[in-house]
């Protein structure tokens, strides 16, 4: 009787040492637009790496106009915990890059979406000189924008997502740069617009797409960092991201494409 005292004693006081953590709710911004197969790889990502962490964390979705720099700007709030988005110097200091390129570094390869009329003559495109013939379009506070300008390439700014394919569609601009990741998803979402992918060419800039965590919740960064690279050992990083790009990615060519090269003088290479 003795015995069975003192084990369930010790059982107890192993009990106390386990350490207990309460429910944590992250607050992750989802952009009130249609949903891609992008949008449900980032979600599967972030819920896979944050389920490695010893810590309950449950996911809550709050939605918010897509407007990139401005979700941004909401992380040092109390409104919203992590948003996904390309990286910039200036992005960088709103809020915790962690620096795991979720996207493997393809989002700086961009496929041109035109009107039919001018696809052929983009197709022939061999330089960034000769593209500086034509005039692009691309969000009012995307890196993108920022980027192409750098290079001297006509790119009007615009506010609105949706309004870019119109503006596209109706020649008013000459081409939209999409990433190859999104750009099948989206043309097939615009499908009854006058749009296609140009053929042959393809733009290349480093670059890489980070989730960003606000400077209020370091220790989910931390947690958010270690579940990736644990997922990325595992290999079911690459596993993911081959189930919901490969075919696509296939469709697209890019090896056979004509690479133009873009400096991007706003990227910082991680660590």
């Known amino acids: 009787m003795v015995e069975g005292l003192l084990t369930r004693a010790l059982l107890f006081s192993l009990m106390l040492c386990v350490p207990v953590y309460a429910q944590q709710t992250v607050r992750v911004a989802q952009e009130m637009r249609p949903l891609y197969p992008r949008d449900y790889y980032l979600q599967a990502l972030l819920q896979s790496a944050l389920a490695i962490s010893d810590k309950p964390y449950t996911i809550s979705y709050v939605d918010v106009h897509p407007h990139q720099q401005r979700i941004l700007y909401m992380l040092d709030g ?3 915990d992590v948003h996904w988005s390309m990286t910039s110097p200036a992005r960088e200091k709103l809020a915790i890059a962690v ?9 700086g390869q961009r496929v041109l979406l035109a009107h039919p009329k001018l696809a052929r003559a983009l197709s022939a495109v061999e330089s960034v ?13 995307w890196p993108d ?8 390439l006509p790119v009007k700014p615009v506010a609105n997502y949706q309004t870019m394919f119109r503006l596209t569609a109706q020649q008013r601009v000459n081409y939209f740069p999409r990433s ?14 006058q749009l296609q992918i140009v053929d042959h060419v393809v733009l290349n800039y480093p670059s890489a797409f980070y989730f960003f ?24 990083f690459d596993a ?32």
Do not use: C, W
């Open 180 to 193: 190859v990741i999104e750009v099948v998803d989206e043309l097939q979402a615009h499908q009854q617009m």
């Open 78 to 80: 109390e409104r919203v």
């Open 145 to 152: 924008t920022n980027i192409l300008a750098a290079n001297n």
């Open 99 to 107: 620096k795991v390129p979720l996207f493997k570094g393809r989002i």
């Open 240 to 271: 993911l991201f081959i189930r919901y790009f490969s075919a696509n990615l296939e469709t697209l060519s890019l090896a056979s494409r004509r690479h133009i090269m873009l400096a991007n003088p706003f990227y910082l290479e991680s660590p």
């Open 213 to 236: 965590v606000s400077k209020n919740r370091p220790e989910l960064a931390a947690h958010l960092r270690q579940g990736l690279d644990v997922l990325i050992q595992r290999g079911e």
């Open 129 to 141: 000189s000769q593209l500086r013939q034509f005039s692009a379009v691309q969000g009012h506070d």
